[in-house]
């Protein structure tokens, strides 16, 4: 690993102040950033310690009816909070899909928007990577793929986002703050991270020197509590990223779904929201053709990046199933095996 | 650049200057304080071995520069049990034979500390595998792993109940 420099900032002035550096990073929980620095993808001459700033790890709910997470709320904090967790039941389970109980207790909310992808070529500093190293190429491209994208990819890189918590965030509409030399801005969160285009390795919109704020769930967010799941097929059943995963979400009434929330995860270089898919739902009555159309149109676009075909067919499945499962009920409990289709525990639903 | 933390580590207030911000709390405990008992597996957050508590919640000691815990309350495998004999969970582990090479059992029983003391264990062996996923065995003891983290869990809520 470089050596660097620790600064602990007591203000946000002087976090963004130090940032102005190009060779600084920011360190939240560490787990992303260190892990990059021991493999030498990364090496900040400066890391600015973002812990201590005031105010940040903070859950509210805002007068409107607003959620608003700061960004230094530790993925674990989110799901452990009673009243977070019933409004969104499908980002709680998101969150509990990932990574481990140690993991998550040290990551933070910022940090799992701004974690990299874990594409093998990306993190081997030897490999030809567009994303790491603008220019040399992509190794993934004729090499071990049958993870990478099938959504949204370019030929200079096939990378996927690895998160599970932006997927549902996508599908509910959040808003990212963002703070700056310029003062504060905000973008939906569907729309942060970027798409490889010919470049790879811009992959937020965050401009040098900005960092994340909060994230906000919008009012109405939470209307969707009683039908929301998020269920993701991984490798092996728990502590693994995602191959394909979706997040669902419905508004009933009388039998009609009002409208609908989806997204998918693990199939592009962001969380996909499937806007199109939402539409076609809205004013029909849950049936598993309707989930399969539905699947149908939120992959029209797919195409292998390349032994990943299979993909296709699996996303559209986790969607179609992730839809008949939230139509059936959000569960009373969190399940034993979070996000997991394998789980037969008690599924009782919560009547919410 | 140096830079003064202090560490209270199994209840001992350590002032430490560090002239390197590289160092991890896994380096910094087997290092420089010689608590071996914290083991270092992967170096990168993936097998657990590591595992300590900060402030009360289980965290990957390799994952964490040290100088970013300043103020922190650590407790490590060293300080888990009380003076005059074995924290159920160690206890539990013997009973239920709950290794065999023992070199991720640090890390186990620290996780499961840790598990047990967030609450979310639930009653069954399930919910105990799934907290447990983050600490790698590759011996495969997993079984007596999760009867022993299982009994421990039971015994906490027995005493938390009395």
């Known amino acids: 690993m470089k050596s660097f420099d620790y600064l602990r900032p007591d203000t946000l002035d002087e976090a963004l102040a130090a940032l102005s550096d190009p060779d600084a990073a920011a360190l939240g929980g560490g787990t992303n950033l260190l892990d990059l620095m021991k493999l030498g993808v990364a090496g900040p001459s400066k890391i600015v310690d973002l812990t201590r700033l005031p105010g940040l790890d903070r859950i509210e709910t805002l007068p409107d009816g607003t959620v608003r997470i700061g960004a230094l709320v530790r993925n674990a904090a989110l799901p452990r909070d009673p009243g977070f967790a019933a409004a969104f039941p499908m980002v709680a389970e998101a969150l509990l899909s990932g990574a481990s109980g140690q993991l998550r207790n040290a990551a933070t909310v910022g940090g799992n928007l701004m974690q990299a992808t874990r594409c093998a070529y990306f993190q081997d500093p030897f490999a030809a990577c567009n994303r790491r190293a603008p220019g040399t190429g992509c190794d993934a491209k004729d090499g071990a793929n049958r993870n990478h994208a099938i959504l949204g990819w370019s030929p200079a890189c096939i990378a996927t986002h690895p998160s599970d918590f932006c997927v549902p965030l996508a599908a509910l509409g959040a808003i990212v703050e963002i703070a700056g030399p310029d003062g504060l801005r905000e973008l939906p969160l569907a729309e942060f991270h970027l798409l490889p285009g010919e470049e790879a390795h811009l992959t937020t919109q965050l401009a040098p020197g900005e960092i994340v704020l909060a994230l906000r769930l919008p009012p109405g967010a939470a209307d969707f509590a009683g039908h929301a799941r998020y269920l993701k097929l991984r490798e092996r059943n728990s502590y693994a990223f995602a191959i394909v995963s979706a997040a669902a979400a419905l508004r009933l009434e009388d039998g009609v779904i009002r409208e609908a929330r989806l997204a998918l995860g693990g199939v592009a270089a962001r969380p996909w929201r499937a806007t199109a898919a939402e539409t076609l739902l809205a004013g029909a009555r849950p049936a598993p053709e309707t989930f399969a159309a539905a699947a149908e149109a939120a992959l029209a676009e797919a195409a292998p990046s390349g032994a990943n075909g299979f993909k296709i067919a699996l996303a559209g499945r986790i969607l179609a199933r992730a839809l008949a499962a939230a139509a059936a009920g959000t569960p009373a409990r969190m399940p034993a095996l979070p996000g997991s289709v394998l789980d037969d525990s008690d599924t009782e639903a919560a009547h919410a | ?162």
């Open chain 2, 1 to 162: 650049m140096t830079f003064s933390i202090t560490l209270t580590v199994n209840g001992t207030p350590h002032h430490l200057a560090l002239d390197d911000m590289r160092v991890t709390l896994l380096d910094l405990l087997r290092d420089r304080l010689g608590l071996t008992g914290t083991k270092k597996g992967c170096d990168r957050g993936q097998c657990g071995a590591c595992t300590v508590l900060v402030n009360g919640q289980r965290l990957n000691a390799c994952l964490a520069l040290a100088v970013q815990q300043d103020g922190a309350e650590i407790v490590t495998i060293e300080g888990l049990a009380p003076a005059d004999g074995l924290h159920p969970v160690q206890a539990a582990f013997l009973e239920h034979d709950a290794f065999q090479c023992g070199y991720c059992t640090p890390g186990q029983i620290m996780s499961a500390a840790g598990l047990i003391a967030e609450g979310e264990d639930g009653a069954d062996i399930e919910r105990i595998r799934e907290g447990m996923s983050g600490n790698i065995c590759r011996c495969g003891a997993y079984r007596g792993i999760s009867l022993a983290v299982a009994e421990a869990a039971r015994k906490a809520k027995t005493e938390a109940g009395a």
